[in-house]
């Protein structure tokens, strides 16, 4: 069975980074795209950026020059570089990853969702 888990969440003051982390568990075979979600306390959750399989990004207008998705295939891991952090970026954020990889039933491709990681930026 595929899963996706994610660290690198936490407390940083205004202007601080962090590095969150999605790993892929499980036999797989391939990854198409990887994204990051946020959602912040009543809203809905959102996209902030996205990586292909062949390195394509594309972020939400609030966060470009400032959080960068990266992937390494090898690894089945994906990457979200937040950088001069603001208040508004508190969320949990959230990995997902549409996927091929097998299980006891074959070759199988599905949108998996990472556990959700919380960031809070604060002075």
């Known amino acids: 069975q595929v899963q996706l888990v994610e660290s690198g969440g936490g407390l940083v003051h205004p202007g601080g980074s962090l590095t969150l982390s999605c790993a892929a568990t499980?036999?797989?075979?391939?990854?198409?795209?990887m994204d990051w979600y946020r959602q912040a306390p009543g809203k809905q959750r959102v996209l902030v950026a996205s990586?292909?399989?062949?390195?394509?990004?594309t972020y939400v207008d609030s966060v470009k020059g400032r959080f960068t998705i990266s992937m390494d295939t090898a690894k089945n891991t994906g990457y979200l570089q937040l950088n001069s952090l603001k208040p508004e970026d508190t969320a949990v954020y959230y990995c997902?990853?549409?996927?091929?990889?097998?299980?006891?039933?074959?070759?199988?491709?599905?949108?998996?969702w990472g556990q959700g990681t919380q960031v809070t930026v604060s002075a």
């Open positions: 499980g036999n797989i075979v391939h990854i198409m795209t």
């Open positions: 997902n990853t549409d996927i091929f990889y097998r299980d006891d039933l074959g070759s199988q491709r599905n949108i998996i």
């Open positions: 990586i292909s399989h062949n390195g394509a990004t």
